[in-house]
Nanobody, 130 residues
Framework: DVQLQASGGGLVQAGGSLRLSCAAS????????IGWFRQLPGKEREGVSLISTSDRSPYVADSAKGRFTISIDNAKNTVYLQMSNLKPEDTAVYYC???????????????????????WGKGTLVTVSS
């Protein structure tokens, strides 16, 4: 059974930093796509940063470029999202999600919206105050 456990959310002032963690159990970091999504109040889910062993290029949302960095610690089976210079508009529930073989082969449009992800963790709330 694959389980993704996200943590690290909280309340932070604008300009601050947070690191989200996603511990994966029952999931092998061999052939995969994994990353972070978020859902802002009243808005559609959006991809924040995704990486894959497929031919897809690593993805970082325009809103996250230069501020958010995704990384994987294979030894700990954990994916991180380091977020810096946080803004009030980053306030959202953040989810980690993963896809295993066979990997989703649909368009980037759907990939970046999470349609190909088979496994989802419970969200962690990030609140950025102004």
């Amino acid at each position: 059974d694959v389980q993704l456990q996200a943590s690290g959310g909280g309340l932070v002032q604008a300009g601050g930093s947070l690191r989200l963690s996603c511990a994966a159990s029952g999931f092998t970091f061999d052939v995969y796509a994994i990353g972070w999504f978020r859902q802002l109040p009243g808005k559609e889910r959006e991809g924040v940063s995704l990486i894959s062993t497929s031919d897809r290029s690593p993805y970082v949302a325009d809103s996250a470029k230069g501020r958010f960095t995704i990384s994987i610690d294979n030894a700990k089976n954990t994916v991180y999202l380091q977020m810096s210079n946080l803004k009030p508009e980053d306030t959202a529930v953040y989810y980690c999600a993963a896809d295993g073989p066979p990997l989703f082969s649909g368009s980037d449009y759907y990939y970046r919206r999470g349609y190909g992800m088979d496994y989802w963790g419970k969200g962690t709330l990030v609140t950025v105050s102004s």
